[in-house]
């Protein structure tokens, strides 16, 4: 057990009222499947208390009884291979919950084929709840999917992500677009009122909100030192095609929803009232030259080294979540950093390394140090990114992930904080032997040349009238606790991680954490406001205490 208070840190010391935020561990589900993604989303009932967490090995949604908080125990699994009137076998990839209604985005059997959105009643035994109630029609690939604050709508980002190739050469061959799948629903009795799919034709070229040449690198190379702009692949095959929503979240008054576009460095805006994705929020750059966003980009030198480099990194955010304060909109995201592999999707991958850029001398005198093969050389970079005048020559280095959590101004897109390089710091003195660790390698610098501790998980929750975030870090695992009450200014409280690092990695538990829930006290089954923590790579699920 690794836990490190605010006080040992140089970044974000709180004072000892707030500090005193703890996490107890109180129990696990072990599903013994190690790093088939056999726990993932979940979500949580509290009428029945019951957790619903959707099982990737299986392609299930394992039901998990969590009436003792310390010994939370499987009782039974919601199955997706004979659904009425959709042969195959779909795959659940996300659940949430709302006045005991059940919704799970379901992948569809084959690249290009759309996918669904089911609904189920939360009760028990499961016997009396395994028949869907609705099955709606999403877009491609759906993916995360959310309930609006009151439970009458339901958002699916649709990621529309592309077919992979053979031999990591060509471009993929089904590219399908990313969509929006907006459901409104009534209760008592359930039923689908209304089923609208948003699209993003309005922003192709033309359209009436084109993103425009200074919008997108579709049209032209852009620079990192220039205004922000949604990152499109130049061989996408329109911009729907290459638009990937991940994430979505409702604003507090559920009048708005925001979803990350991942791979195109943006948040989109849908306008719940006019049904539509009403405008695309570019997020920009983060310098690293900056002393506050030094990163360790080395995983050869065997030591964690924050350093600050020549790079731009792009935020490309996973988990997104809203929240308000004296009524001002604000978004939270994980920035996890996620790129598209050529082994996977060939020439509409992103990623090289950067031994094999061929770098401006003008700019980087500096060319052979930082391609060189015992150091820097092997950091992952965008190869579509920072050759700005079509020579062959990169005059900017832009890598994937900020390594980082951010608060954005919710109207215009503005950035209000980074935690800069306080992940890093946080983790390189709470795990001095094990820093940048994967979470499946215990090695020491394992990430470090490629996005990190890579914050991928995220929940927002209120304690005493104060607003925290929880955020999991995908790599080396474990739980950072921020009071962000003052968006301006947020605190470092905690940092929790449960590896037994003296165990082979398919021994230990709690990681690569996927998704977080935070239960209220008055939803809670003991009375105490709860985390509960899905962890892919160790296929478990972790119920903290939180103690404050």
Not at 10 to 32: K, N, Q
Not at 88 to 106: D, K, P, Q, T
Not at 227 to 233: D, F, M, Q
Request: some cysteine; aromatic content about 8%; proline content about 8%.
């Amino acid at each position: 057990m690794l836990i490190l208070p605010a006080a040992a840190l140089a970044v974000g010391i709180l004072s000892p009222a707030h500090a005193a935020l703890e996490l107890d561990r109180l129990g696990s589900y072990e599903s013994r499947v190690f790093d088939e993604s056999a726990t993932e989303i979940a979500a949580y009932d509290p009428s029945t208390r019951q957790v619903y967490v959707t099982n990737g090995n299986e392609d299930t949604v394992d039901i998990i009884d969590l009436t003792d908080p310390s010994a939370p125990a499987k009782t039974g699994s919601l199955r997706f291979d004979a659904l009425p009137g959709h042969p195959g076998e779909f795959a659940s990839n996300s659940v949430s919950l709302a006045r005991g209604i059940l919704a799970v985005s379901l992948e569809a059997p084959e690249t290009g084929q759309s996918g669904l959105i089911a609904f189920y009643r939360a009760c028990r035994p499961l016997a009396d709840c395994a028949e869907p109630l609705a099955l709606v029609p999403a877009g491609f690939l759906p993916d995360a999917v959310a309930f609006s604050p009151d439970g009458t709508k339901v958002l699916s980002a649709n990621e529309g992500e592309a077919s992979e190739v053979e031999d990591g050469a060509g471009l993929p061959a089904i590219n399908p677009p990313g969509s929006f799948t907006l459901v409104e629903v009534a209760h008592r009795p359930f039923r689908v009122l209304r089923t609208t799919q948003l699209s993003f034709g309005a922003f192709e070229p033309g359209g009436a909100k084109a993103l425009g040449p200074d919008m997108a690198t579709i049209s032209a190379p852009r620079s990192a030192r220039g205004a922000p702009y949604v990152r499109i692949h130049p061989q996408a095959p329109s911009v729907a095609a290459d638009l990937e929503p991940e994430y979505v979240t409702f604003s507090p008054d559920g009048t708005l929803a925001y979803g990350t576009l991942q791979e195109n460095n943006a948040v989109a805006v849908i306008d719940i009232r006019t049904r539509e994705v009403d405008r695309i929020l570019p997020l920009g750059w983060k310098n690293h030259a900056n002393p506050r966003n030094a990163l360790d980009a080395n995983k050869n030198d065997g030591v964690a080294r924050l350093e600050t480099q020549p790079f731009h990194g792009l935020f490309l955010p996973d988990a997104i979540a809203a929240y308000s304060v004296d009524g001002v909109p604000f978004l939270v995201t994980a920035n996890e950093g996620d790129a598209r592999d050529p082994a996977d999707f060939g020439d509409y991958g992103d990623e090289i390394a950067l031994e094999e850029i061929d770098l401006d001398d003008a700019v980087f005198p500096q060319e052979d140090e930082l391609r060189d093969g015992e150091g820097l050389g092997d950091k992952n970079v965008s190869r579509i990114d920072g050759n700005l005048d079509g020579d062959g020559q990169y005059e900017e280095i832009v890598i994937f992930g900020a390594r980082s959590f951010s608060i954005w101004d919710a109207r215009q897109g503005n950035l209000v904080f980074d935690s800069g390089s306080a992940l890093e710091q946080i983790t390189a003195e709470a795990l001095p032997g094990h820093f940048n660790a994967s979470n499946d390698d215990n090695s020491l610098d394992d990430r470090s040349d490629n996005k990190g501790p890579e914050p991928e998980a995220l929940a927002l929750g209120i304690l005493e009238g104060r607003t925290y975030a929880f955020i999991g870090l995908e790599r080396v695992s474990g739980i950072v606790v921020y009071d962000i009450s003052n968006p301006h200014r947020p605190q470092f409280v905690t940092y929790r991680n449960d590896r037994d690092f003296s165990l082979p990695v398919e021994e230990q538990e709690d990681l690569g954490p996927e998704g977080i829930v935070f239960v209220p006290a008055a939803h809670s089954p003991n009375g105490d406001p709860l985390l509960l923590v899905s962890s892919e790579v160790s296929g478990s699920l972790t119920v903290y205490g939180i103690r404050h």
